[in-house]
């Protein structure tokens, strides 16, 4: 397993391991565009590679600062392909997440993760996450 940053040039090679957790997504281009948009502020995107060198699991996240955590490094997408699930991708991943967390002096990571995420949720606790909050949103029109 080797944890590699993806950057402009290769942002691609994690389309279709990303569309497993945001569907939506509709082509590697507006992908790369959409990430190219959130580079500007500050999002980063490292990517866990199988034995092949191929895109297993991807994680994407920022640095933030607010009053209620002070500086943390945010986790806006972390997933892995189906097929690579159970391997240890995931977990490689947060624990380099937590590495470049210390690297910058962040007091945390945080992330959001859907209600229906049952293993996910298992393996966030499992890696000392806790569940401090409810999180709310609303859409606008």
């Given at each position: 397993?080797?944890?590699?940053?993806?950057?402009?040039?290769?942002?691609?090679?994690a389309?279709?391991?990303?569309?497993?957790?945001?569907?939506?997504?509709?082509?590697?281009?507006?992908?790369?565009?959409?990430?190219?948009v959130q580079?500007k502020?500050?999002?980063?995107?490292v990517a866990?590679?199988?034995?092949?060198?191929?895109?297993?699991?991807?994680?994407?996240?920022?640095?933030?600062?607010n009053?209620?955590?002070?500086?943390?490094?945010?986790?806006?997408?972390?997933?892995?392909?189906?097929?690579?699930?159970?391997?240890?991708?995931?977990?490689?991943?947060?624990?380099?997440?937590?590495?470049?967390?210390?690297?910058?002096?962040?007091?945390?990571?945080?992330?959001?993760?859907?209600?229906?995420?049952?293993?996910?949720?298992?393996?966030?606790?499992?890696?000392?996450?806790?569940?401090?909050?409810?999180?709310?949103?609303?859409v606008?029109?």
């Amino acid at each position: 397993m080797n944890i590699i940053e993806l950057d402009d040039e290769n942002t691609a090679l994690a389309f279709d391991t990303m569309r497993e957790l945001r569907p939506h997504l509709t082509s590697a281009e507006d992908f790369v565009a959409a990430v190219r948009v959130q580079r500007k502020e500050g999002y980063r995107l490292v990517a866990s590679l199988d034995a092949r060198g191929a895109v297993a699991a991807v994680a994407g996240f920022r640095p933030l600062t607010n009053l209620y955590a002070g500086s943390h490094l945010y986790i806006d997408d972390l997933t892995t392909l189906s097929s690579a699930r159970r391997q240890g991708h995931a977990g490689a991943l947060l624990r380099w997440v937590d590495e470049e967390a210390r690297r910058l002096g962040c007091a945390g990571v945080h992330l959001d993760s859907g209600t229906h995420r049952h293993d996910a949720h298992r393996l966030y606790l499992g890696s000392g996450y806790v569940i401090p909050a409810f999180h709310f949103s609303k859409v606008v029109d």
